[in-house]
């Protein structure tokens, strides 16, 4: 998917000679949201050095949706990237959805006014996201800032052959308007959330929130990280409940040395593992936690659950700890469950899981 609008400014390739100050970074609006798959991105407000990174996205857009998004597949994206990044948090306002370690932009939209009319919309969406509801959610967000920065009123131009990008609008629950011009038509939209878009948008988070747990409580492979064979070990007992309870999907050991553990092969690493893993179970030493995390986010599994100790509970350090697993979960889009917990149950007789 990609997005309404022509270039938006696109000649202005230079960074303002003041940039915004660290203190007017509004930090308070970085959020982390939840698709409909579950899987959860974080969206901030632009920052004036995001220049290369917005280069990078657009360059990997398709053809079609660069042409959806500057009315232009040959746009100078270096100058599309530094007008996009040019935001002063009033009057232009930029923010970006960002997953996984290295923080890569996957989807960008902005709003621009000029005097004091309305303000133009526009939104650029990779591949990857498309129908999950992130253009959808980025809108109720810049409308959330227009409307604290006393701006009342969207507008777009979409070329008419973009679809998804008026769906987009008229299912926003703005009460948008389209009307069509020569080649183009042109969306205007109330930036103030009605009660029913309101309604709508806690639906959306509803059903989320649901794809969300389903990882945790109906996954179809788990691996227990830190499964062992040693006499009182935790992570040895939660793998010896997983197969007494029979477990109905796919079940994998991962240990650091051992081939196998109480009869289920082990693998060094999560990484290791063939096939997915929705939900990985860690009950190794705190200190282990983060390295484990990092690898699960690598492997793409959608949740944790961390019994594991000595976190918040345990002081400072392991406040620091904890503080360090939330954001790889964050980052990498998986959702968690504890840290310190006792793990998950579900008795469904389709399920069977007891970990």
Known sequence: MSSPGRPLTVTRVTLPAALPSADAYPSERV????????????????RTDDASGLARFL???????????????????????????????????????????DGSVLAHGMYIREGTGPAEVAFAV???????GIATTMLAHLAEAATANGID????????????????????????????????????????????AQA???ERDAAAAAAAVEAVLRPRAIAVVGASEREGSVGGAVLSNVLAA????????????????????????????????????????????AGAAHDCVAKGVRALVVISAGFAEAGPAGAARQREL????????????????????NTDPAVRLNA
């Open 31 to 46: 959020v982390d949201v939840v698709l409909r798959t579950g899987h959860t991105l974080r969206i901030r407000p632009v």
């Open 59 to 101: 360059d990997g857009l398709s053809v079609e949706a660069r042409a959806f998004r500057f009315f232009s597949a040959g746009t100078d994206l270096h100058a599309a990237a530094c007008a996009a990044a040019d935001v002063d948090y009033r009057d232009r306002y930029g923010i970006v959805a960002v997953s996984g370690d």
């Open 126 to 132: 990779g591949d990857e996201l498309h129908g999950q």
């Open 153 to 196: 009123r969207f507008v777009a131009d979409v070329l008419p052959g973009n679809h998804r990008m008026v769906e987009v609008f008229r299912e926003s629950g703005l009460d948008a308007r389209v009307r069509a011009e020569p080649g183009l038509l042109v969306v205007s939209m109330p930036t103030e959330l009605s009660a029913g």
């Open 200 to 202: 709508r948008y806690d």
């Open 246 to 289: 029979g477990y109905t999907g796919s079940v994998h050991a991962v240990h650091p040395h051992a081939l196998s553990v109480h009869g289920v092969k082990a693998h060094p690493r999560v990484t290791d593992v063939d096939g997915p893993v929705d939900l990985a179970v860690i009950a190794t030493p705190a200190s282990a936690v």
């Open 326 to 345: 939330l954001e790889i979960c964050r980052a990498g889009g998986m959702r968690l469950v504890g840290p310190n917990c006792l793990g998950v149950l």
